[in-house]
């Protein structure tokens, strides 16, 4: 079906496709963190001070010590490179660039996507930090996880509703 709604639409259907899948999943994330918000006590203010008491809330940490895996300075050196590989070199980002007629629309292409990126980055790493809440006042829930890698989608199947674990498990 999506092979046949792509060759039909072209890189209109591509697009548009791009759109709704980030859609749900911006969707989705918010959905995540609302639900995490909810149901941990004290809200945004109980799941900072139950992370910050794990010690995950040390976001500010300026040092050059080599030795610590996450700074101010490592995570700039990771979202420069990052973002550069994304923005650069990236066959979905890069095929935009080649769908508008014009320089200008290219670069508001980029800057739409940038300005997108990272009020969902934040909500991305809020939700981060929400689920060691979460995990850390129902350790019994946490049973059947297997990988910490793995808490985001565990969260999605046994924390959310079906049809919106289901949605969301799809779009990913």
Same mark, same amino acid.
């Given at each position: *079906?999506?092979? +046949?709604?792509?060759?039909?639409?072209?890189?209109? #259907?591509?697009?548009?496709?791009?759109?709704?899948?980030?859609?749900? *999943?911006?969707? %989705?994330?918010?959905?995540?963190?609302?639900? +995490?918000?909810? $149901?941990?006590?004290?809200?945004?203010?109980?799941?900072? $001070?139950? #992370?910050?008491?794990?010690?995950?809330?040390?976001?500010?940490?300026?040092?050059?010590?080599?030795?610590?895996?996450?700074?101010?300075?490592?995570? @700039?050196?990771?979202?420069?490179?990052?973002?550069?590989?994304?923005?650069?070199?990236?066959?979905?980002? /890069?095929?935009?660039?080649?769908? /508008?007629?014009?320089? $200008?629309?290219?670069?508001?292409? /980029? *800057?739409?996507? %940038? @300005?997108?990126?990272?009020?969902?980055?934040?909500? +991305?790493?809020?939700?981060?930090? #929400?689920?060691?809440?979460?995990? #850390?006042? $129902?350790?019994?829930?946490?049973?059947? +996880?297997?990988?910490?890698?793995?808490? @985001?989608?565990?969260?999605?199947?046994?924390?959310?509703?079906?049809?919106?674990?289901?949605? @969301?498990?799809?779009?990913?």
């Amino acid at each position: *079906l999506t092979t +046949l709604y792509t060759v039909l639409g072209g890189m209109k #259907a591509v697009i548009w496709t791009d759109v709704v899948q980030f859609c749900v *999943l911006a969707g %989705g994330a918010v959905a995540v963190a609302v639900v +995490l918000i909810f $149901r941990v006590d004290g809200g945004v203010i109980g799941i900072w $001070r139950t #992370a910050a008491a794990a010690g995950h809330t040390k976001l500010l940490t300026f040092t050059l010590d080599p030795t610590l895996e996450v700074t101010v300075w490592s995570i @700039l050196f990771g979202l420069t490179w990052a973002f550069m590989n994304a923005y650069g070199c990236d066959q979905v980002v /890069v095929q935009r660039y080649f769908t /508008v007629k014009t320089l $200008r629309e290219s670069v508001k292409s /980029v *800057l739409t996507g %940038g @300005l997108l990126a990272l009020p969902l980055n934040i909500v +991305l790493y809020f939700i981060g930090v #929400a689920l060691v809440a979460y995990y #850390a006042v $129902r350790p019994e829930l946490a049973a059947g +996880l297997e990988e910490p890698k793995g808490v @985001l989608s565990y969260f999605i199947v046994q924390g959310l509703p079906i049809g919106v674990s289901g949605l @969301l498990i799809a779009g990913i």
